[in-house]
Every structure is written in structure tokens, then in C-alpha cells.
């Protein structure tokens, strides 16, 4: 599984540099996610020029051969850090969702570490009705979605939810 | 050919209808000449060595609902008629059961050990007993064919072990059942409830008085096994789908997820040996998205990608592209009496 990691450079001030950043982190496997230049900017005492990269690596041991291959061809890293990457669930739940404890439903589904309900739109028709909820849920890098949905299936069974769940999960 | 039809309803006096349109242009693109030497329904076989008027059995059928009305017909059943008529090819039309499989089961088996090539529309003795039948027929050296029995006129299952044939299939997702689509697609335009919908749509004939088998996802699970099996290879049956259908899908619902950019639709999915029928939310703009009771499966394949097939999933006409290219096909490999 690929990790994302912000990484902040200084480059030399001469044509090819950027290029000379990318190449090793191509060849160990990173993709690049973003480039964000700051040439204009500030230009630093130093003649350096910051940029701030997000890449995604297969691994620790790749990440560390890119930073080396980096310091050795004289570029400074100034800034690493790792950013958790965030997917998205998005699901139906239809039944007496705000009856059968709305609040609970939600507490016990950030229960899960990674796991957060972030958004929640819902539909009352009338009081004695089914009424409808559509949910999205923030979940973090490394966190077994098939898990997320047992827990989620499994309070849906005990409230008796009908649970409409997107084509992906 | 020689051909024997059990089962004489919406497709086997469709497939009559359909050889008869087409009987010179099978003949002259294929040198094709199908000669259908009886008839089965409920009330017994009508048979004609030189090969039976299909017209005049058609028109026995839709005034006096019995074949056993043709003139020289008999009392026969339909196994008897597998074990005493002379033929190359059956073609299995009669009600699909997926608790028994029967009668179906038994004819398909029958005409195996008469040795007659298989051509069926029925999904129920595929979907408890896929790999018996394979089986059956592969001892008894014949051809069996069943594009038919998933997804009526969209073929999926000749072109992913036919013309997809140097892929391999990683999963599936498709809308199998065009009344629940019907269903669905018309809650979604109208903003009705599925239980006003539901009325209105067996009123047009489009769902049966006895709906479960559409709305539960019954209809879906079994044409999903018979895709599991035929085209990745899954050695599934029916009891392994984990199954539920579209009755508790509100028009709030519906509401919410097209607020998102989502619609409801009952996908049948097929991954990591897993099969499952369910309403999913869809992205509007994915090719799943169809409407009306078209049917749509979409394969995984592992150099092709995501080939995505739509078509009509039902129709005593257009059923019949699937049955007549699974003749056709089983013409071309065997020829005459093989
Ligand atoms: N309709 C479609 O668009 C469609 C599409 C794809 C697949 N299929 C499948 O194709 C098959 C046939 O469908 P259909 O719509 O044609 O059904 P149908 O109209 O009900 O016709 C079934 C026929 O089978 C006969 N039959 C029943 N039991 C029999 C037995 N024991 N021996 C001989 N004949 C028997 C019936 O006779 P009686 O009428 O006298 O009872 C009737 O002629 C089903 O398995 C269905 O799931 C249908």
C-alpha cells in the first residue's frame, strides 16, 4: 500500500534542478501528486528556490533511498512528513434512522479508529414514516473498509436499517 | 439441424416466430436449415418427422393455449419426447424454478443423455446446478448453451468466453432484472413509491402478479451465479449470494443520493469469489447508469479493462438474438447430426 508524504525542498536556482528532483523519486517507485513552486515568491538569502512537493511512495525503505539519492545531488530537504490519506464512503441508511438513536448510530461508528461520519443530509417525510439518511464517511489510510462496513452492517441489523452502500465499498 | 422445443410460451413461440422470419437468411448466410420436428408444452407434443408447420403451431397455440390442438399431436411429455423423437438440439423454454430447477433440469439432462445438444433460456437448474450440467453434457460429448438465460437480448456470457476470450474476467457488476430497473428507474423520474410503482407496472404486464422473484432479487441472484460460473470460473450456487432487493427503497432516498450525484439501482456484483445482489448508489455518470428496464453488465477484464455491455433484458423477440447465436454457434462447430 502507498504512502503519501509531503516532502519540502530547496533547489538551486539553475535550469534542471526540478528535474534532477524527479528523476529518483520516478525511479523508486513515487508518483508525484502535486508540485507547488514558490519561485516567485521567495527566493531565499541562500539563492535557493523552495518547492513543496506531495508524492506517493510503495514504502518507508523507497522513501529514504529517494531522500538520500536527493541530499546527494546536493538538494536540501527541509520538511518531511507523512499526510494520511482519506477515502470516502458514502451510503444510504433508510428505517427509523433518527428513532433508533441517530447519535448513537454515529458515536459508535467513529468508535473505530480512521473512521468518521464528516457529513449526514436527512429526509423526514412525515414522523410515523421510514425516513432516509445519506452519509458520507471519512476514512484513513491503512483502515480496512470491509470492517467499516461490518460494523456499520451489523448496528444496521440491530435498528433494522436498510443500508445502501456505493458501488465501490 | 434438427431441432426439438419444450416449452411453447413468450419464448418458444417467440423463437417459432423468429425461424420463420429468418428462414432463408439462415439458410443463405449459413447454409443453415432448422427444422423443428416437435413441440412441447403442458398439454403434450406436437412432432412431424420432415419438420412441423410452425405457422399453424403457432396459431394453435394462441387461440386454443395447447399444443396438443395441432393436428396429430400427442399426449407425449416432454422427456418422453427427448427420448423418442429424433432430433440434433433441444431448446429448453419452460418456467424457471429455483428451488427445483424442474422441469427444466430434467430435460436438460435428458436430452444430454439422448444426446442431443442443449439450448436453454432458464435460468433455474444453471443457478443450483451449473456445474452438474456442465458436466452431464461434456460425458455425453454435446453442446450446451444458455446465453439466453441472463440478460435476454444483451449477450455478456458468449462474448466474455468468446470474443473476450484472451482476458481473464476479475469481477462483475450488472443490472440483471429489468423490472426492478423499470421499477427504480420510474420512482427516480416521478418521485412515486415503490408501492404505487409497483402496482402500475403490473398493470402494463412489465412485473409479475407474483412479484417476489423480480423485487427480492431473486431473478437477479440466479442470472449472477450462472455468470460467476460461466465466466470467472466460481464454483457458486444459488444459497451462496448474499441477496436483498429493492422493496425498502423510499423516494427520500432516492432524493438524497441524486442530490449527491448518485442514483439507486439493484446490482448484481461478483468480486473476490463474493456475490452479492443489492440497491447500490451509482454515480450518475457511470456507464451502470441505465434506465427504463434495460439491463447492463459491466466485466473486469485483466488486459481489456472495463468493457461494459447494454441491451434489452428481456422480450419474446429479442430473446431470441441469444438463442439463435447459440444455435448458430453450435451449427458452426458440430455441422449436421455430430
Ligand atoms: N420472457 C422473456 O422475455 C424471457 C427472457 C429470458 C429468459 N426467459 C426464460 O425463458 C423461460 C421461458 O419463459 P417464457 O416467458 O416463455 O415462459 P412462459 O410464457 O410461461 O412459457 C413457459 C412454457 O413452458 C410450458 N411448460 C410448463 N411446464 C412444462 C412441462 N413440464 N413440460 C413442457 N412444457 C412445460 C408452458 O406450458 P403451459 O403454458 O401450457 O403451462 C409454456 O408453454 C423461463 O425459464 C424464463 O425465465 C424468459
Redesign the pocket.
Known sequence: MDMRVSVDLELKDTPGQLLLALEPISRYGGNVISIIHLREEEKLRSGRVPVHFTIDVPDEASLERIINELEEQGVRVTKLGEVTKKERITLLMIGHVVDTDLRDTIDRINELEGVMVSDLSLAMPHPDKESSAIVDIEVSQGVDRRRVMERIYSIAKEKNLEIVRSLEV | MRVQI?????????LAEVLLRKREELKQRYSLEVKVVSI????GTAYAEEGLDLEKALSV?RQT???VNYPGAKEM??IEAIEEIDADLVIE????NIKTG???LS?MLAGFKAGKHVV?????PLALKYKELVTEAARNNVEFRFE??VG?AMPVINLARETLSGDKITAIEGILNGTTNYILSRMTREGLSFEQVLKEAQELGYAETDPTYDIEGIDTASKLVILANAIMGIDATFSDVKTRGITRITPEAIRLAKERGYVIKLIGEVRNNHLEVSPRLIPETHPLNVDGALNVAMLHCDVAGEITVVGK????I??QS?ILSDIIAIWKKRGAGQ
Open positions: 419444450i416449452g411453447f410460451g413468450v419464448i418458444g413461440q417467440g412441447t408444452d403442458i398439454s397455440a393455449r395447447a399444443i411429455t416432454g423454454a419452460t418456467p424457471s424442474e422441469p427444466g430435460h436453454t433460456s432458464n435460468k433455474g439466453a438465460s435476454g433484458g428481456a422480450g419474446a429479442e430473446t441469444a
